[in-house]
């Protein structure tokens, strides 16, 4: 699997994890971050490794949606990047009001 899809799908759990059904969850978190194959998987969940791959993209494209529609990911991203900017004019007083931004940001 490509470094750059398991680390998108390793942030959009971190935000949209709670919205996946339970068993999703822990297939989705023994994939992409516990770094398990599939048959590891079954094996663990005395299941079929189709039944885990199965899992896996229903994960994948409910998480996927949901970014679509909430574009939380997308929003931080992109306020990282302002806050980027702003660090950069190197005035004392912006400064501070951005790592206090940063910090609710977290």
């Not at 996946?20 to 971050?33: C, G, I, M, N, S």
């Not at 494209?61 to 660090?87: D, P, W």
Request: hydrophobic residues 35%.
């Amino acid at each position: 699997m490509m470094l750059d899809k398991t680390e998108r799908l390793n942030e959009l759990l971190d935000w949209y994890e709670g919205l996946l059904t339970p068993k999703q969850q822990e297939v989705a978190d023994l994939y992409y971050r516990e770094d398990l194959s599939l048959s590891e998987i079954a094996e663990l969940l005395k299941t079929s490794r189709a039944a885990v791959h199965d899992s896996l993209q229903r994960s994948e494209s409910t998480l996927e949606h949901l970014e679509s529609q909430l574009s939380l990911v997308k929003s931080r991203h992109e306020r990282l990047k302002y806050y980027g900017q702003l660090k950069a004019l190197s005035i004392e007083a912006v400064n501070c009001i951005v790592e206090d931004l940063e910090k609710c940001d977290e």
